[in-house]
Structures are given as C-alpha cells and as structure tokens.
C-alpha cells in the first residue's frame, strides 16, 4: 500500500485538478484487460486484427500533439543560469502559478489513474521509483510497457518520500496550454495539455535522462541518452557498448543490430536502444543499465531489412500510435515491407488511397512493445547490476567532413568529441535539408541543467573511473561527390564494432590523424565487402580546410556557456586547431 506521503500528495493534487474518481493501478493482468476495453471504449484506443497482430492496439492522437513540443519544454531552477543557454527556463514559482491555473479542475467528468513505477530493473541498487497521475488510459497502458509498474512498487518505496512526483492531464488539448515543466530540486515533473507519449509518458525522457542528469551529477553517475548493446563473438566473449546517437542516425537500428552471414559467429545482443545510466562499479569500471522495460520507436523507415529485430518485437502486445490501419485490420508505415496499400485508414482516421497526395502515417509515428519480445534482448538486461562498458561511441551524419570512424585520444580528448556532436537534417526533420545542428552527446534536448556544467560532469567522471571506456566517434552515412552513400551500414557495421573491440583490447593497428586514431592499413575486417580501395580512402579522408573550419564552428558553439565551459573543452578545441596546422 502508498504511504502516507504519497497519499498526502495524490490528495493535494486530486483536489487542484478535480477528477470525479481517482484509481489506484495494482499492474495485475486483470487490471490491463480491463483498462483496454475501457479504452476501446472511450476511444483513446481502436482494435486491430487479433489473430494477426494479438494484444496489439491503435492510437490516434490529435493532429496538433503529434511530437516532443520542446519549445514548450522547460528546466524550473531557481536561476535561469542553472538550466543554461541550451534550455528553456521558468522560474519554479511561475511554472507552478502557471500551470496550476491550467491543472486546476481539469479533471473534472474524468478518472484520475495513480501509477506507481520503477525506472531499473526489480532489485537494482540504481533504480528509481515514480508515481504518475494522469487521467490518460493511452498513458497507463504505454506506462506498462516502458515501465516496471504495479504495488510491488508500493513495498520498494516503504516510507520514503524519495519518489517522483509526476503529474500530467490532457486538459483541452490546446498549444498555447501546453507545458512540459521539470523541478530538479523538488524532483518533480508537471505536463499538461499534450497526449503525446514523447510529452506525457513522464518516466521517459522527463525522469530517465532530464531529471536523471541532475540527480547523476550530484550522486557520482550518468543519465544518458544511449543505447547498450553487446557483441559476442565467435569464442563466445561478449563485449559491451554504449553509443550516443542523434536522431536519424541509426540509433535503434544499431542496437538491434544482425549481422550478416560473412560475419559468421557474431551475434548483437540488445541490453537498451534509448537510455542508458551508467556508474563506476565495484571493479572500477564503468557499468550501465537500462532503465527501461520496453521500446518506443518511430514507425516510418522501419522494416525487415533495416531492422528485423524491431519488427519481430511489434507482432504482439504492442501500441502504435499514429499509423495507417489495413482494411484487415494490420497496420502500415511508410517504408514498411511489402506492397503499399491500395487503401486504408490514415493516421487522421480518414480515408486513405496512394494517391491521396498525403502520408498514410504520421512521420513521427510510433509503436511501444515490451523489450522482453526482442530475439536479440541480452540475457543480462534485466542484470541489477547492469553490464560492463568497453567502449562509449558518438555518431553523426556528416556527408563530407567525418570519418567512418575514429577513436579519442584519452577520456578528455572524448569528452570534447561529444560535446562537439553536430549531425545534419534528413527530410523526416522539420526545416530543411543538410542543416548542421549541434548536439552534444545527443542530449541536447535531454539535459536537466546548465550544459556547461555537464560537460565538467563527464571530465569528473572521467577522472573517477580507473578504467574508463575508451570513446570513438562513428559516422555510417559518408557520401561521395556523386550523393553515393560509400558504407553500405546496416548489419555491416560490425565490422567496424570489430574494430573497436579490439582497440579496447589492446589489439588493432591504427595511426594517428588531427582528429583522432584512424584504423590503421587492413585493420578493417573488409573479407567479402564489395568496397573499392578508392572508397575506403574516402571514408578514412581528413579534409584539413573543412576540420578547421568545424574546429572555428565548434568555438562558437562552446562559447554560449561561458564560464560554465571547462577550460579543458577550450584546450581541446586550440590542440585540434594546432594538429590541423601541423
């Protein structure tokens, strides 16, 4: 049962909004077959084919709240220079006046659900507990696949008050009454006037990496927004990565990864696709978990060939929001397997034809499974300890500057590779095309605090760790001057993996560059890869003239944050400037 602090709280936020019932979810099975017909019900969820697709379902959310609003994202510290250059601030007072105006009765006609939640696995020292109030059953039955939720929770907490708070309601659904608001140090999190799971699924991106950055920096460990994946090979040795990856840039695809037959004996092993914690361990290495207990990825580009792990998960238990539904009661995206439908349902709920002039799924459509329907979920995911890191990659993609691969000189000489992240617009990115947009470690979006003062956590953490991951930086969409890609990437990225793991090793030739340590002559395994000497060369090619024109662009980047920058980050930019000279 809740103890008397979160029962004080849930009293002091049922009577702001004023629901008419409040519910108090136990996570049984029973419980989730009823909400789901209560949903179908309501509407909030519309039923597919049941022989085809079992226990899957699909959702429509409204037409303007249909992604991340992070304009209207906010970090409420006292100071605005807490939050820093990089995030939007209000001040704790106002966030909650504010927002309390629009919370206040919002409820009413509707059912408040209380979710008790673990962000870790059951038993792992570094799991976090959350209680989310919402009046969403789209909410409650996503929770149950993201998170670990049910009373169980309840007998974790006892009678701390050491717990998240989460408060969210769809109110009207009106943009200009549409926050998202973080509170670090009441370690709380209020959304309102969204549906969307990227917006309201609070122990997500809210708890895992925004509030989860700030508890980290003030407790010696690491909230990032990273998948983990391990590499066995054929000796059947398994070695573990962490990587950090903008959007567009293959993060899940990576994480899901499959080798392909000329790889015989390799297998990838999925601990996490999206966040990763990360403490020093007992050994003094770096350790990570996932906290997370299932998956929520974009629809659109997904299919057989670029992940076939990632559909073998949706074909049972799994919501998708957003896509077009079959006349049989399946579902599509566009760049999915097979023949487009001649017609169908599309993501508005309207009638839909391929020549209908418009997308049959949003573009940032979505489906949510549990982890554990992955054929390639590592054994050890669910590990309360987490796994050990090898190696912490940071991709981008750059058409013409970055190399396929490179490795950091030492820990600091990483740190400033991520800092300095910068990956260029695909046409699924609103704006136009071939932007370069800054974003360091992936996290731009994600950081709880000032980012200049994440970035001295990292270098902290650097020094702490006895034996640091050694930090590469990969870039699998290098072009030639024809638009040609020059690494065919998908499961033929373990070759480059092989590397990596045998740099970590000790093993692998490579030679040093102004930006880092290449693979030296034939160090790539490249046995049956239909890959030219001319495109190897291009893919390893340091442009001098562009790297010191990006070394001036991340100058100016660094400078928005001040004092708050390390002067080691100022050192790194001057030593690329001078290895460029050279």
């Not at 989310?132 to 993201?146: K, Q």
């Not at 050990?388 to 970055?402: K, Q, V």
Request: with cysteine; proline share 6%.
């Amino acid at each position: 049962m809740p103890n008397t602090k979160v029962a004080l709280w849930v009293d002091e936020m049922a009577k702001l909004c004023k629901p008419d019932k409040i519910y108090w979810c136990d996570g049984s099975e029973e419980e989730k077959k009823r909400l789901t017909q209560d949903a179908l019900k309501t509407g909030e969820l519309h039923d597919l084919n049941q022989e085809k697709l079992p226990g899957c379902y699909l959702h429509r959310s409204h037409q303007n709240d249909v992604a991340r609003t992070e304009h209207l994202t906010f970090i409420c510290t006292p100071t605005k220079d807490e939050a820093g250059p990089t995030n939007n601030w209000m001040a704790p007072a106002e966030a909650y006046d504010k927002l309390g105006k629009i919370f206040d009765g919002s409820m009413k006609g509707r059912t408040m659900y209380v979710i008790p939640f673990l962000m870790g696995s059951w038993g792992s020292p570094y799991a976090k507990i959350g209680v989310e109030l919402t009046d969403s059953l789209y909410v409650v039955l996503n929770m149950r696949i993201l998170t670990r939720i049910g009373n169980r929770v309840w007998d974790l907490l006892g009678d701390s008050d050491r717990f998240t708070r989460c408060l969210h309601a769809r109110a009207d659904l009106d943009l200009s009454r549409r926050f998202i608001c973080h509170f670090p140090q009441d370690n709380t999190i209020w959304s309102v006037g969204s549906a969307y799971g990227g917006n309201v699924l609070l122990g997500k991106k809210c708890l895992a990496l925004r509030l989860a950055s700030y508890m980290g920096r003030n407790e010696n460990w690491m909230a990032e927004h990273m998948l983990i994946l391990g590499v066995e090979d054929p000796s059947g040795k398994t070695t573990y990565i962490a990587a950090a990856f903008p959007s567009a840039c293959g993060k899940t695809n990576l994480a899901m990864m499959v080798p392909p037959p000329s790889q015989t004996g390799y297998k990838i092993w999925t601990v996490g696709d999206d966040i990763a914690w990360l403490h020093i361990g007992k050994d003094g290495r770096l350790w990570a978990v996932n906290p997370e207990a299932g998956f929520f990825g974009v629809a659109p580009g997904t299919n057989r060939k670029s992940n076939p792990n990632a559909m073998a998960s949706v074909e049972k238990n799994a919501i998708f929001t957003n896509v077009l539904k079959r006349p049989d009661g399946t579902v599509w995206w566009e760049g999915m397997d097979g023949e487009v439908p001649a017609e169908g349902i599309d993501w508005k709920g309207e009638k839909w034809t391929p020549s209908a002039g418009t997308k049959g799924a949003n573009p940032n459509s979505r489906f949510t499974a549990p982890a554990s329907q992955c054929p390639s979920i590592s054994p050890e995911w669910e590990n309360p300890e987490g796994v050990p890191i090898s190696a912490i990659l940071f991709g981008s993609r750059r058409t013409h500057l970055t190399p396929l691969i490179y490795e950091a000189f030492n820990w600091q000489h990483g740190t400033f590779i991520g800092a300095s992240m910068a990956s260029e617009t695909t046409a699924a990115a609103q704006g136009a095309v071939g932007v370069l947009r800054r974003d360091p470690m992936a996290m731009l979006p994600f950081c709880g605090y000032n980012m200049g003062d994440y970035f001295a956590h990292w270098l902290k953490m650097g020094a702490l760790i006895k034996n640091p991951p050694k930090i590469f930086c990969v870039n699998w969409f290098r072009q030639d001057a024809s638009g040609r890609f020059l690494w065919p990437g998908f499961g033929e990225n373990i070759r480059v993996l092989r590397w990596i793991i045998e740099r970590t090793e000790g093993k692998g030739s490579a030679a040093e560059s102004p930006v880092g340590l290449l693979p030296g002559k034939n160090a790539l395994c490249l046995d049956g890869l239909d890959l030219s000497a001319k495109d190897l060369e291009q893919l390893l090619d340091i442009k001098r003239t562009e790297w010191q024109e990006e070394a001036s662009q991340i100058e100016k980047f660094f400078g928005q944050f001040g004092d708050h920058l390390p002067a080691a980050l100022g050192e790194e930019c001057r030593a690329l400037h001078k290895r460029l000279r050279e």
